[in-house]
């Protein structure tokens, strides 16, 4: 079984910094392309971020310039730099798994068939 699992998200003052993770197991991590999405009260999941099997990343432009995507494919997690903070990006993050291998990733949601429970990454203005 696939799970995912956030962890890294909390408070932070505008133009700070987290740094968000994503463990997964239960799949070969390395041959499938990763993605972090986001939700804020009352909207849509959104595309934040995603990186192919092979490392190729794509960002959303609202966070492009100030997050980065990552994955350690040795330690099975993806993870999500995040710099300059405003209080626009809070919002639950979730990591999602793609459901096709070796393909590049996706800006849509559609394409991700594993999901985690999501970690809370608030910015006080």
């Known amino acids: 079984q696939v799970q995912l699992v956030e962890s890294g998200g909390g408070l932070v003052q505008a133009g700070g910094s987290l740094r968000l993770s994503c463990a997964a197991s239960?799949?070969?991590?390395?041959?499938?392309?990763m993605g972090w999405f986001r939700q804020a009260p009352g909207k849509e999941r959104d595309f934040v971020a995603a990186i192919s099997w092979s490392g190729n990343t794509y960002y959303a432009d609202s966070v492009k310039g100030r997050f980065t995507i990552s994955r350690d494919n040795a330690k099975n997690t993806v993870y999500l730099q995040m710099n300059s903070l405003k209080p626009e990006d809070t919002a639950v993050y979730y990591c999602?798994?793609?459901?096709?291998?070796?393909?590049?990733?996706?800006?849509?949601?559609?394409?991700?068939?594993?999901w985690g429970q999501g970690t809370q990454v608030t910015v006080s203005s």
């Open positions: 239960g799949r070969t991590f390395s041959t499938y392309a």
């Open positions: 999602a798994s793609d459901r096709r291998s070796y393909y590049s990733a996706s800006y849509s949601i559609k394409e991700y068939v594993y």
